[in-house]
């Protein structure tokens, strides 16, 4: 999530900040430079993860915003 300019950040409640995610992008699997099949968004992936581990919540009750 890019802030707008002039405008500052908003990170949800269990998702991923754009610091935390500078720091981790470069140790997932899928990028560019992969051989294979490229990874369509690991920063949803890894905060539907996150969600999911922190809520208690299962798959099927993910919010709409981390898509299918």
């Given at each position: 999530?890019?802030?707008?300019?002039?405008?500052q950040?908003?990170?949800?409640r269990?998702e991923i900040s754009?610091?935390q995610w500078?720091?981790?992008?470069?140790?997932l699997?899928?990028?560019?430079?992969?051989?294979g099949?490229?990874?369509w968004?690991?920063?949803g992936?890894?905060?539907?993860?996150?969600?999911?581990?922190r809520?208690?919540?299962?798959?099927r009750?993910l919010p709409?915003r981390?898509?299918?």
């Amino acid at each position: 999530m890019r802030p707008l300019p002039g405008k500052q950040a908003t990170v949800r409640r269990h998702e991923i900040s754009d610091a935390q995610w500078e720091q981790i992008q470069d140790l997932l699997p899928g990028r560019l430079a992969d051989r294979g099949r490229t990874a369509w968004d690991n920063r949803g992936f890894s905060n539907a993860v996150l969600w999911i581990a922190r809520t208690g919540a299962s798959w099927r009750d993910l919010p709409e915003r981390f898509g299918p």
